[in-house]
Nanobody, 124 residues
Framework: QVQLVESGGGLVQAGGSLRLSCAASGLTFSRYTMGWFRQAPGKEREFVASITWNSSGTTYYADSAKGRFTISRDNAKNTVYLQMNTLNPEDTAVYYC????????????????WGQGTQVTVSS
């Protein structure tokens, strides 16, 4: 069974940074597109960033994340990361790691495996 475990969330002041990690098991990690989604209270879950399974590691970002967040992966460690800089209170949400068997994806419906999430709270 695929397991994804997020870590690195916490409380940070506006303008600060956090680095989220997602450790994967039960899948051939290098063959999965990995993504990060988030869900704020009272809002729908939304796409944040993804990185493809190909050797180039092509990345995709939501408009809200461009220029501030960086997704990366370490296939040897079966881990995907999300470096978040210049955080805003609007970034407060539960952040979820997800895996897709598609060569690339930014659509939540194409990610079949999900972690339990890690809370990110940005204070003003």
């Amino acid at each position: 069974q695929v397991q994804l475990v997020e870590s690195g969330g916490g409380l940070v002041q506006a303008g600060g940074s956090l680095r989220l990690s997602c450790a994967a098991s039960g899948l051939t990690f290098s063959r999965y597109t990995m993504g990060w989604f988030r869900q704020a209270p009272g809002k729908e879950r939304e796409f944040v960033a993804s990185i493809t399974w190909n050797s180039s590691g092509t990345t995709y970002y939501a408009d809200s994340a461009k220029g501030r967040f960086t997704i990366s992966r370490d296939n040897a460690k079966n881990t995907v990361y999300l470096q978040m800089n210049t955080l805003n209170p609007e970034d407060t949400a539960v952040y979820y790691c997800a895996a897709s068997s598609r060569p690339w994806s930014t659509s939540m419906s194409l990610f079949g495996s999900w972690g339990q999430g890690t809370q990110v709270t940005v204070s003003s």
